[in-house]
Every structure is written in C-alpha cells, then in structure tokens.
C-alpha cells in the first residue's frame, strides 16, 4: 500500500536551510510541499527543483514581514492541500543583522528583525491554523539558535537576533500550551553553511536537514513546547 500523502509548508526556501529542506523532503514520493520564498521569480535553484519533482512542489510568495503577504498564502494553500489539510508548518525563514550587542543594537533593526523572525512566523500559524487543524501531524517547527538560550551563556554578541529568536522560543511554547492536541516546538539547526551560517560553519547544509528530518519524523505530542537541537538533545532554555 502507497504511504499516505504528507504535506509540508516552508518559508525561505529559496536558499540555504529552507531550499536543502524542500530538496530532501521531495526525495520521498509521499511528500506534497509547498515551498514559499519571497521572490519566485529570481529563486532559480528552487525552481530548478521542480523539475523531477512529478507536480509534488508548489512555489508560492510569501515574505514573513508583510502580513498582508501571509493573509494572502491562505486561499491558494488550501486549494493546493484540499481535504487533507497541512501537516506539517516550518517557519525557517529568517535574518540576522549582525554582531551587535545590549548597547550598540539598532532599535529599527530590532523591530525590523521581530517583524521577520516573530511575528510574521506566529501569524503564519494563526492563519494556517484552520489547515492544520485538518492535517494528520498537526506539527509546527519554528526554527530557533542556540543564542536563543540564556542559560547556555552565549555573551554578548548578535543581540538583535538572539532576542528574537528567545521570542521564538516563547511564542513556541504559548503555541503548545494553546493547543494541546498540536506539536510545537523550536529547533536549532546546527551551525550551517548558508549565507547566514558563513563559510567557517561546521555543517553542510544536507547534514543538518538530514538530522532536522528525523527530528521530525521522529515527534511525539510528548515533545510539544520543548526547545531541541537537530539531534533531539534538549536546550536549557
Ligand atoms: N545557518 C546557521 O548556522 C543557523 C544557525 C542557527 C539558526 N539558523 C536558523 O535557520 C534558519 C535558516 O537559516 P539559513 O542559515 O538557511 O539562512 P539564509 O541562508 O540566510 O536563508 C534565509 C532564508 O530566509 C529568507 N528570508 C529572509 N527574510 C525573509 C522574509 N521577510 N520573508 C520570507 N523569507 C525571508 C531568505 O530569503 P531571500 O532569499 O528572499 O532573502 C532565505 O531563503 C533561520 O531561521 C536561521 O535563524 C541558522
């Protein structure tokens, strides 16, 4: 018997972490995904995917700062997903200014980054909150740090993004506490190879989202509200 259809949402698939995501899951002819990025027009590797990937990818806009962009991916998700609703929600889009600190951060860029990295990512959910609900898995993966953590000490550098990636950790556990029968949780990646990531990084991109993948394959309900890194290990917060 063929495996069931599973579905996925991505943002910022359009490159590093998000496009090496969307690459993986379409090796599994069970997967439908449905990658967003910003620009679908000048995303050329993913749309280089489609091809080979037999109708199973859909390439749909979607800025995470814009939330009229989100309210606007609802109609055309649905029509993609039909009855079976999204299983599975993976906000991985993201930015990094940069090395600022406690006492050199933009206050612009730091509202500018909790637009991207926060809020636009909680009103993804809120508004794909009714498609999940008619999904099998009713899983959202918000992508995190390790500089989330306060209590892994990190120092000061990259203030702007550590704070609002500890944001994400906390809207991730609102996220679970609200719904119980949904897993939510909040993953470190590693440190990657991506634009992000730099080259001194110690992962391929492929590493990390193979690890990331088995996470999630692997999630319990057990597992809601928890901060994990790409091998499951619990983070303190
Ligand atoms: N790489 C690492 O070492 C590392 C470590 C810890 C956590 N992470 C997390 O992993 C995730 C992926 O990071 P990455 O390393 O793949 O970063 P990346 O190479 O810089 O890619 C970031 C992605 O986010 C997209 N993006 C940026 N702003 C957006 C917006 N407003 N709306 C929609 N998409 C937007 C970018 O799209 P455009 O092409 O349109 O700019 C790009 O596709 C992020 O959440 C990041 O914080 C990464």
Redesign the pocket.
């Known amino acids: 018997m063929a495996a069931p259809t599973t579905t996925w949402l991505i943002?910022?698939?359009?490159?590093?972490?998000?496009?090496?995501t969307t690459r993986q899951l379409l090796q599994a002819p069970s997967n439908v995904v449905i990658a967003?990025?910003?620009?679908p027009s000048?995303?050329v590797e993913l749309q280089a995917l489609s091809e080979g990937a037999k109708g199973k990818l859909h390439i749909l806009p979607?800025?995470?700062?814009?939330m009229s962009?989100i309210d606007a991916v609802l109609k055309p998700v649905d029509e993609i997903l039909g009855e079976g609703g999204l299983d599975y929600l993976l906000?991985?889009?993201?930015?990094?200014v940069g090395m600022d600190t406690g006492f050199s951060f933009s206050p612009d860029d730091l509202l500018r980054t909790i637009?991207?990295?926060v809020a636009?990512p909680g009103h993804l959910a809120q508004t794909l909150l009714p498609l999940l609900e008619r999904g099998r898995k009713k899983t959202i993966m918000n992508?995190?740090?390790?500089?989330a953590s306060i209590a892994l000490d990190c120092g000061p550098k990259c203030a702007t993004?550590s704070i609002s990636?500890t944001a994400v950790n906390m809207l991730t556990y609102k996220q679970s506490k609200a719904r119980p029968d949904f897993t939510v949780i909040c993953l470190?990646?590693?440190?990657?190879?991506?634009?992000?990531?730099?080259e001194g990084?110690v992962?391929e991109?492929h590493e990390?989202v193979s690890s990331i993948l088995k996470v999630l394959g692997s999630l319990t309900l057990e597992d809601s509200g928890k901060f994990f890194n790409r091998d499951k290990g619990v983070i303190p917060w």
């Open positions: 943002t910022g698939s359009s490159r590093g972490i998000g496009l090496e967003t990025c910003r620009s000048t995303a979607l800025d995470t700062a814009d962009s906000n991985n889009a993201a930015i990094n637009n991207v990295n636009g992508m995190t740090s390790g500089l993004y990636k470190d990646p590693g440190w990657v190879k991506t634009e992000m990531g730099g990084a992962l991109p990390s």
